[in-house]
């Protein structure tokens, strides 16, 4: 079993900045990817980003340039870096990591969310 505890979250004035962080623990074997993605109310759950154990990232297009991903491996962490925030960034934001098991079974767990709050 894998559990995911996220950090971070709270209120902040547009064009400021937050840092989510998640950690992992349990049976853990790898971690092949971890990421971050958030619901804003009556929306869809969003991919904002993802990172593999090799560093490759991936991030939704409406975070480009002013969200950074980061991860360490060792520890199984992954933080999000949030800058330059905006009104529409506000939603729950929760972690994601998918990979192997101590017993070499696939596992994909979610944290309990944290929520973001943007205010104009």
């Known amino acids: 079993q894998v559990q995911l505890v996220e950090s971070g979250g709270g209120l902040v004035q547009a064009g400021g900045s937050l840092r989510l962080s998640c950690a992992a623990s349990g049976t853990i074997r790898s971690i092949n990817v971890m990421g971050w993605y958030r619901q804003a109310p009556g929306k869809q759950r969003e991919l904002v980003a993802d990172i593999t154990s090799g560093g490759r990232t991936n991030y939704a297009e409406s975070v480009k340039g002013r969200f950074t991903i980061s991860r360490d491996n060792a520890k199984n962490t992954v933080n999000l870096q949030m800058n330059s925030l905006k009104p529409e960034d506000t939603a729950v934001y929760y972690c994601?990591?998918?990979?192997?098991?101590?017993?070499?079974?696939?596992?994909?767990?979610w944290g309990q969310g944290t929520q973001v709050t943007v205010s104009s």
């Open positions: 994601n990591a998918a990979g192997t098991s101590t017993w070499a079974t696939p596992f994909g767990s």
